[in-house]
């Protein structure tokens, strides 16, 4: 068992180093082998002596009671240690029903026999076995008394919500929207619809729990790894610093895994009850329910165009759903406030309470779901202006952000705008829709979309040790969801120190390591790189020190010009000549090796004066057959602007995994609830479609360059979630293009198409 | 746990005495009932494991002109067979167009003609269903019913055949050999599906312990090996089961139709040949408009279960393309989306 990710030194071939730089280069995984070797240790991959196993049961009924468990025959299946249900499941140090800290969810933890939607847990087996622990939990047999479920938007009226997303408020205005109505020769009033998504990672939530007396030892995987020390620690009445979580790999997260979610909170409980660590790893079907999704949402636009084709009002109001007891407010509106120049601008939210599982961040929560419907009723704009939905964009250009009226940090939108239209061949396209058909006869159409996503920093700490060998190790509890993140932070860091990156050990994954901040919100390369750099050029400055002050070193004196540090060795700045190895510095010094240590966060005074963000466009190309209606996208083009690019292979590969999700939330990607249960109908891999290889086109993914100078010392922002956005646009505005029809509900299938790809 | 008995028998004669057994269910590859039981919705008391059995595993050229396909035949195995593949080009298609490469890997012939319907209300043990609990009720009707039935259904069942391969076999008048208890005996694959009526829990005409053998392949299908497609029509490319899908095959002379074959999938209860639908085509000149009317006959006795009207509409289209893409002739080689409308290719002269 591993308590930390440890990549070892020599881990890179040779010709990959380019010394002094490390940052840039196209480095693979470095935690790859361990992977594709099955090295790599998982959560559910421990087994510590004498585990056990639970399983729990899930409601079937989405509103009522549970009024009756078979306890005894659970009890009495072989193998079976322990039946938790609310009559007998120990206390908790918090109140499941009132928010304990910042960013907790109400969570289901047996507090009671009310059931709030399909899926939530009503009991909790804990048996020898996995296998006798999901017998025992069918056994269960519960009976139930149920009310009618309320699923769908409209099955209650809409109420107003006091905040949205993470506290983000439900309205801004800016101008005046009724009067830039009146003021439009154009008008686009149209209403989209996005259904409920899962995160379907491909690591279900898994947790093993091990009970020392009152120290706490968590296998799970976890996006904020130290920050989620006291949340669990909160619920056991113990501090912070007695729960260690290992989480050295994820199999994805997408925001999932960035919560504590009441399954866990059961395993610990049951493991502290009974004395014996306890495993619970979630099935597949119980990934839809207790562990958050993508809220569905209603978007209604009003959108006002003068003569000229730009925009004389954007109205953005947004429907969405959320649990009867806990409000996820997928803030889907605040979309349209950094994009598209307006005199007046509002958006507004309203939320629906519904028999479901309480909504959470998915990968760009509010920006992906408000993306498809503002980019497709841009293009519905594009149209009404008689305008190339291009060149529609180009006229509503932002110079600054329109809902702050801050000056961007940096946006090269037109740069992404340019070179992603010119590899596309965008100026081919016939502004009329249906013009375009391949050898075979499908209609073929293109469209376009913009990408736009936040930079925000969080807060990180890292360390560093230099060595008497000239290696160093660098620490921070960051978290890799699989994308690479490590790699990236490992390139930072290893140029903070001046040496290649192979003469860096680096830690993470674990609560025992300096605070790596959150990975979320495309923000931890940014927040965890700034700190692991600073650590590092903390040591060199250390170092430096040591050297312009000792008589016996070619540096000695250089304070006032300054030294450099490169490849493991000091040079004098006004003279590469003249330089010495950390190595030999440390010697003379009698050191055995130089701590250093860093802070990532945003610089306040910046992050006041401007707005930050990630910029982008993407250029589909569909192809719909004209008489069967089924759709595949054929091409799609990305060009991105996200400030200095630490590794490109891994951001390349992170925009394709956003833009495939992006053709999923297009085509696929779709919750069905019964009407009549409210249970959720598809909640597997099978039925539940994402986008399989066969559906990925060839894709294109451009790094536009952009130097930001604001956003950190750095210049980095994130790529984690732009992908989608843009995307989802893209396609759908394709789709209208190769067929005339323009559907306004996510996801679109052949069923929306058959009668109108053929009508003409 | 979940116990059961497991055996594996030596012979068929061993196979049959334990599957007759009450509580028995045969297991092949297991890609479809092992699921269902981890889901509980099936749970025998006992799996008589048919894959370690003798020449089961064989695909035969018969003295008649027939080809036997033995029912443990691997579907991956059963496709890329380059004779089988060249007189039954339809078949192989649709073997291509199903599951994964995984998946196709692992099953079965036999056991892909014994798969269960996908139905989400069958495979959730909480809803009603007629099919895993007789009389219980049917909550696909009234339900999320766009993928369901709209031939051959009934007020007590309205789920779908979601086999690709059976809707090839079918169209080419394949047999099943079967074992059981009492003997040997063949069924047209026409009349080994029973439509739901009010026994959805009874699928098949096989009796207690019967287990298919094989399946054959007349010696008349090979005829059509010149004319014939399977079309899939999905929301995504690959790794879904068909909305609507069909086996057409031809035998065109001196420019008009002789003889056609044709079966749907996906629209169905079981895998669905449609006779009248063949009556049109036969003394027809090939074209869209024969076919149009072929598909109008195919789809008369249609009606919605549910939400599924438009499954009619297209149904008749894919069966009108299917009927375009045989009568262009089958392809030289196998595209590389099988049965896909986005397959590369089609007729005759691709990749010459």
């Known amino acids: 068992m591993s308590d930390t990710i440890a990549i070892p030194a020599g881990a890179t071939p040779a010709s990959r180093t380019r010394f002094g730089s490390n940052s840039g280069q196209p480095m693979t995984r470095r935690d790859g082998v361990l992977k594709v070797t099955g090295a790599a240790t998982f959560a559910a991959d421990n087994h510590p002596e004498g585990l056990l196993h639970a399983v729990y049961a899930a409601a079937t009924i989405s509103r009522g009671r549970v009024t009756s468990l078979n306890v005894d025959a659970a009890r009495a299946h072989p193998g079976v240690v322990e039946v938790l249900t609310p009559e007998n499941r120990p206390p908790l140090a918090l109140d499941p029903d009132t928010k304990p800290y910042p960013f907790a969810f109400l969570i289901e933890v047996l507090q009671d026999d009310t059931v709030r939607y399909a899926g939530q847990p009503i009991a909790l087996v804990v048996a020898e076995t996995l296998e006798a622990a999901t017998e025992a939990a069918r056994l269960l047999s519960p009976t139930y008394d149920a009310a009618p479920a309320r699923v769908g938007l409209d099955a209650v009226e809409p109420y107003d919500p006091e905040a949205v997303g993470v506290g983000s408020p439900p309205t801004t205005e800016k101008g005046d929207i009724e009067a830039g109505l009146s003021a439009a020769s154009q008008r686009v009033d149209a209403r989209y619809e996005t259904p409920g998504q899962y995160h379907n990672a491909m690591e279900p939530h898994a947790i093993v729990a091990s009970w020392d007396g009152d120290r706490l030892t968590l296998d799970t995987p976890n996006q904020a790894i130290v920050m989620s020390t006291g949340s669990f620690a909160a619920w056991f009445g113990i501090p912070a610093e007695n729960v260690t979580i290992r989480s050295p790999f994820l199999g994805g997260g997408f925001g999932s895994k960035a919560i504590i979610v009441g399954p866990q909170i059961l395993a610990i409980l049951a493991a502290k009850m009974l004395g014996r660590p306890v495993k619970l790893a979630l099935r597949r079907e119980q990934m839809y329910g207790p562990v958050g999704h993508r809220g569905a949402t209603r978007q209604d636009f009003r959108i006002g165009i003068d003569g000229d084709g730009r925009l004389t009002a954007l109205d953005h109001l947004t429907t969405a759903a959320t649990s009867t007891f806990e409000d996820f407010i997928e803030p889907a509106s605040n979309a349209s406030h950094d994009l598209y120049a307006t005199p007046a601008l509002s958006s507004r939210h309203k939320a629906v309470r519904l028999d479901i599982g309480t909504p959470g961040p998915m990968r760009a929560p509010g920006e992906a779901s408000g993306s498809a419907a503002l980019e497709s009723a841009i293009d519905e704009a594009a149209l009404a202006a008689g305008l190339d939905p291009l060149e529609f964009r180009l006229r509503n250009y932002a110079e600054t952000d329109p809902a702050s009226g801050k000056p961007f940090s940096a946006k090269a939108l037109r740069e992404c705008y340019a070179e992603g239209a010119e590899r596309f061949g965008w100026s081919k396209r016939p502004l009329e829709p249906r013009q375009m058909r391949d050898e075979a006869g499908r209609l073929v159409g293109w469209g376009m979309g913009t990408a736009l996503f936040p930079a925000p920093m969080f807060q990180a700490k890292a360390t560093a040790t230099l060595r008497a060998d000239g290696t160093a190790l660098v620490e921070t509890a960051g978290a890799d969801m699989g994308q690479g993140a490590w790699t990236a932070l490992h390139q930072i860091a290893a140029d903070g120190l001046g040496l290649d990156i192979d003469s860096v050990e680096f830690h993470s994954g674990h609560s025992g390591l300096p605070d790596g901040g959150i990975a979320g919100g495309s923000g931890h390369t940014a927040t965890a790189g700034s700190a692991l750099h600073a650590a590092g050029t903390d040591v060199i400055a250390k170092l430096a020190d040591l050297a312009t002050n000792d008589e016996n070193s070619p540096l000695f004196g250089a304070g006032n010009v300054g030294v450099e540090a490169q490849d493991g060795r000091l040079y004098r700045a006004d003279d590469p000549g003249r330089s010495e190895s950390y190595g030999d510095i440390l010697a003379r010094a009698g050191l055995s090796e130089i701590e250093g240590a860093g802070q990532g966060g945003r610089d306040p005074a910046s992050a006041e004066e401007r707005a930050m963000f990630s910029h982008g466009a993407v250029f589909a190309e569909v192809k719909v057959d004209p008489d069967l209606g089924q759709i595949r996208v054929s091409r799609l083009v990305g060009a991105f602007a996200a400030g200095r690019i630490i590794n490109p292979r891994l951001a390349t590969s992170q925009l394709y995994g956003g833009m495939i999700w992006g053709i999923g939330f297009a085509l696929h990607e779709e919750a069905v609830h019964d009407r009549r249960s409210g249970r959720i109908m598809n909640a597997n891999l099978a039925e539940y479609h994402v986008p399989v290889n066969a559906d990925v086109p060839t894709m294109d993914v451009i790094l536009v360059d952009e130097h930001d100078p604001y956003v950190n010392a750095l210049g980095i922002k994130g790529v984690g979630e732009i992908g989608i956005t843009g995307t989802v646009g893209a396609i759908a505005n394709a789709i209208w293009h190769a067929t005339g029809v323009r559907v306004r509900r996510f996801p679109i299938g052949l069923a929306d198409l058959i009668d109108g790809a053929s009508a003409h | ?352």
Not at chain 2, 12 to 26: C, F, K, M, T
Not at chain 2, 270 to 297: D, S
Request: charged content about 20%.
């Open chain 2, 1 to 352: 746990m979940n116990l059961f008995d497991y055996f594996r028998p030596a012979s068929l004669a061993e196979a049959v005495a334990a599957g007759s057994q009450p509580g028995s269910a045969y297991l092949g590859a297991g890609t479809n009932l092992l699921d269902l039981m981890k889901g509980g919705v099936l749970a025998p008391s006992r799996l008589v494991d048919l894959t370690h059995l003798p020449d089961l595993n064989r695909i035969e050229q018969l003295a008649d002109g027939s080809t036997r396909i033995g029912a443990l035949v691997k579907n991956a195995a059963l496709a890329h067979d380059p004779d089988f593949a060249r007189a039954y080009p339809a078949v192989a298609e649709a073997l291509l167009s199903g599951a994964s490469a995984q998946l196709r890997n692992a099953a079965t012939v036999g056991s892909n003609l014994m798969q269960r319907t996908r139905c989400a209300y069958f495979t959730d043990p909480a809803s009603a269903c007629n099919k895993r609990q007789p009389g219980s009720g049917c909550d696909a009707i009234g339900g999320e019913n766009r993928a369901h039935a709209v031939l051959g259904w009934s007020d007590h069942c309205i789920a779908v055949h979601p086999s690709d391969f059976c809707v090839a076999l079918t169209a080419l008048g394949a047999l099943v050999e079967i074992e059981g208890p009492t003997g040997r005996r063949e069924v047209a694959m026409t009349d080994f599906y029973l439509l739901p009526g009010d026994t959805p829990e009874k699928e098949t005409v096989l009796e207690a312990g019967e287990m298919i053998v094989a399946v054959r392949l007349p010696p008349e299908a090979a005829a059509f090996a010149g004319h014939q497609r399977y079309l899939k029509v999905r929301e995504r490319t690959s790794y879904a089961f068909a909305l609507a899908s069909a086996a057409a095959a031809l035998k065109i002379e001196n420019g008009l139709i002789v003889e056609a074959r044709l079966a749907l999938g996906g629209v169905a209860t079981k895998p669905w040949r449609t006779q009248a639908a063949e009556a049109v085509l036969v003394g027809a000149t090939p074209g869209k408009e024969a076919f149009e009317n072929a598909a109008e006959a195919a789809f008369a006795e249609a009606k919605p279960s549910g939400e599924n009207a438009y499954k009619i509409a297209l149904g008749r289209r894919v069966v009108t393309r299917a009927l375009m893409m045989a009568a262009a002739g089958t392809p030289k080689r196998m595209p590389a989306l099988p049965a896909s409308p986005f397959a590369s290719e089609t007729g005759a002269n691709a990749h010459v």
